[in-house]
Structures are given as structure tokens and as C-alpha cells.
């Protein structure tokens, strides 16, 4: 039997009055999703240990059936490893985002959509004004990019920028949690500091604010870690000899690459609304015909609209999932002599009302042919509190699915 998981990333959501008090999975039409929890089996997932920020890069590892006690270390080192980084023992890689402040505050994480070849030119800048030996400037995708500190200490408080919006940037800069990472927190809001003096007047943010947009105005680091110890899953699940992760971020490369999987780029992948659904699901469906026995697409469009407070745009790629990825998808392996165990599920929720993500658990569906239904009629975060599975907690999940 083969495996796929499809995560919409930041897809659950609370209740919303406007919908009539439902969730935007109640709401949205997913005659797709829905049809799959009703042959399959359902339930709730605990995707972030207690003590851990809910964020994507622990709560996609915990889906994976890792451990954060014994391998968390934040994004930046995942980030590394999705460009090519590799990381010394004494590297602290943290997650760069090119930011807009506007007025001392924090307008936003992304910079109004910034494009990776703008990002790009920044960044060389930045390397070429800010960077040393010690110091390095990576590019990423995006506003998503890469900031390596040489021997720097991983014990900071870092505030993720898109928890912060509208809030002063002083009052959110790096922090030193022991006494000995105070030169890299003093380091590191050095760098936030002088990035804001040269990208103020950058010929690039001035043409960009000439068109309306936002500039790209400050770097924002945070995520710090070194390099994680996670084992590859071929060694953790005999049923995976070969596998492969389908995203546009960084992030979920990263943790595809640790995690032994090949990554598999797809054209017109973006990271938003507009990403390539279809892309996606011909290239899942081209790698389980290849010999893959797993595979992880990830698809973040659900999160960025959660994060922009965006409710019809949620609602939208919410749709597109279900129907431009899902349905092929399913409509594909339904035909195959060899079953393909599916399983459909968020990371978090990122709730439009408060534009972060939630530790709360999601809703998550398993199907292959021949599993034996429960009752749930649909697939939300109400209906599969009736799952059978019940509320799992962090690496059950892994552990049923490949059950």
C-alpha cells in the first residue's frame, strides 16, 4: 500500500458569525473532502506539544511523527537545508523575513507580496553591506529568507512577525534567554537596526512605494536553531523505501530533506491562492506511479489568507483545494490495482478573527480502500470530533496512518 498526505496548511478555522457560526470548512463547498470522511475514518490531531509555539515547523514535524523534545530547533535550520545550507556545528540559522514597518510598527510579515527576485536583490545587498565571515545573508523565496550567525547562541526570544501586526517593532526585537546569548541578541538587533537604514532609500522600495506597494524595509530574524538530529522515516516505517514532499516552501523542504524525502519542485508553485493546485496533484500522482510509497504535499495558500484576516480568499482556497488538488488526485488512485492509503489534515488552525496560528487540535480523515467507515458525514472540525480515532495526540498520528 502506498501513502499520500494532503495538508492545507492553516485550513482549520473558528467559527465565524458571518457564516451563520460556522468554521470555514463547514462552509466552504468540499464535496470532495467530504466524500473521502465519509468512506474513511476521522478525528481530532494534537499537532503541538505543550510549551511549543504552534508553528508550522513543529506542527508538520509532529504529523511526520517526530519528537519536537528531541528535535526541535527551530525554522531557520530547515530553511538552510531547503537552499542547499549545509550548517557547522556552531552555525545559528535563523528565518530572515524581509518586513514593512511603517510609522515604528509592524505592518506586515511579507512585505504585500514581495517577489523573490526583488527579495533577491535585497538580500545581496544586505550580504554586501552587513555580511562578513561571521555573517551571512542566504536568499529565499519570497519574503521567506535565510540568516546565518557563526557561533551565535540559540537561547533568544525571537517574536514571529506575522503574530505581530500593527504592533511597535522595539517592543518585539530579539531577547536574550540566559546570559550568554546576549552578544548575539545585541548582534542581531544591530542587523535589524542598520537594515532598516539602508533599505529605507533602496532604489527598489522607492519604485515599490512609487507603484503603492509596501517596501521591503527591515529584516525580521527568528526561528534560530542549529542543525536538527532527525532520523530519515525509511528508518522509522518500514513501509517507506522511497518518498517524496511537494511544496513551496522553504520551511516543508527543509523538513522533507532532513526527514530522507526527495523534494519535487512544480512549476507555478507559489506559496499563495494563485499556486499551481493541478501541478501539485499531477506531479503527487506521477511520483506514487514512479515507485514513491509516500508522499506529503503541502499546500500553503489556507495560511497566508488566514494570516492577511482574508475570510473569502480562506473560503477560496479552501475550494481549490478540495477540487483542483483532491479530486484528481483521488479520482486517479481510486482506479489503481495497488490501494493509496489518503489522509487529508491541517497543521493548525490560523483563524481569520486573530490572523495567527492556534495550538488547538485539528480535524484529519484516513481513507484506503477497504477501511471500514465511522459515522462522520463531513469533513470539518466539528463533525470529526465524532471521528473514530478520537483525539489523537502529536506522533499517534503517524503511527495510524501507517497503520
Known amino acids: ?132 565571515e561571521r555573517i551571512h545573508f542566504y536568499t529565499g523565496v519570497q519574503y521567506r529568507h535565510l540568516l546565518v550567525i557563526k557561533g551565535g547562541n540559540k537561547h533568544l526570544h525571537c517574536t514571529p512577525p506575522h503574530d505581530v501586526p500593527g504592533t511597535p517593532f522595539r517592543d518585539c526585537m530579539v531577547k536574550a534567554e540566559v546570559p550568554e546569548a546576549q552578544e548575539t541578541a545585541d548582534l542581531l538587533n544591530r542587523l535589524i537596526l542598520e537594515s532598516q537604514r539602508l533599505l529605507a532609500d533602496h532604489p527598489l522600495n522607492l519604485r515599490r512605494m512609487k507603484e503603492g506597494r509596501d517596501a ?23 513501509q517507506i523505501k522511497k518518498g517524496a514532499v511537494i511544496t513551496a516552501v522553504d520551511l516543508i523542504r527543509g523538513i522533507g530533506r532532513y526527514a530522507g524525502l526527495q523534494v519535487i519542485d512544480v512549476e507555478g508553485a507559489t506559496g499563495l491562492y494563485d499556486t499551481n493546485y493541478e501541478g501539485k496533484a499531477a506531479a503527487a500522482i506521477q511520483a506514487l506511479k514512479n515507485g514513491d510509497d509516500f508522499v506529503y504535499v503541502h499546500v500553503e495558500a489556507s495560511d497566508e489568507a488566514g494570516h492577511d484576516g482574508d475570510l473569502e480568499l480562506k473560503l477560496k482556497t479552501i475550494e481549490y ?22 489522509s487529508v489534515l491541517p497543521d493548525h488552525p490560523t483563524p481569520v478573527e486573530v490572523r495567527t496560528h492556534v495550538k488547538e487540535p485539528v480535524p484529519f480523515l484516513i481513507y484506503y480502500p477497504g477501511i471500514e467507515p465511522d459515522q462522520v458525514e463531513e469533513y470539518d472540525e466539528v463533525s470529526c470530533v465524532s471521528g473514530s480515532y478520537g483525539l489523537l495526540q502529536l506522533q499517534d498520528f503517524m503511527k495510524a496512518f501507517m497503520a
Open 321 to 342: 483545494l478540495d477540487q483542483r488538488l483532491i479530486k484528481p488526485i483521488v479520482d486517479e488512485v481510486s482506479t489503481w490495482i495497488e490501494p493509496v492509503c489518503i
Open 216 to 238: 521591503a524595509n527591515s529584516i525580521w530574524p527568528w526561528g534560530g536553531g542549529n542543525r536538527p538530529a532527525m532520523v530519515p522515516l525509511t528508518e522509522t516505517y518500514p
Open 1 to 132: 500500500m502506498k501513502h499520500i498526505i494532503i495538508l492545507g496548511d492553516g485550513m482549520a478555522d473558528w467559527k465565524v458569525p458571518a457564516l451563520g457560526d460556522k468554521t470555514l470548512l463547514q462552509y466552504a463547498h468540499t464535496p470532495n473532502m467530504d466524500w473521502i470522511a465519509r468512506m474513511g475514518r476521522n478525528g481530532l490531531l494534537q499537532t503541538v506539544p505543550e510549551g511549543f509555539h504552534p508553528g508550522s515547523e513543529v506542527a508538520n514535524s509532529s504529523i511526520l511523527g517526530y519528537d519536537q523534545h528531541k528535535v526541535y530547533e527551530g525554522r531557520g535550520p530547515l530553511e538552510a537545508a531547503s537552499i542547499g545550507v549545509e550548517l557547522a556545528d556552531d552555525d545559528l540559522a535563523l528565518r530572515c523575513n524581509l518586513i514593512c514597518i511603517e510609522e515604528g510598527k509592524i505592518k506586515n510579515h511579507s512585505c504585500g507580496r514581495l517577489e523573490t527576485e526583488e527579495a533577491d536583490v535585497l538580500i545581496r545587498f544586505l550580504q554586501e553591506k552587513l555580511g562578513n
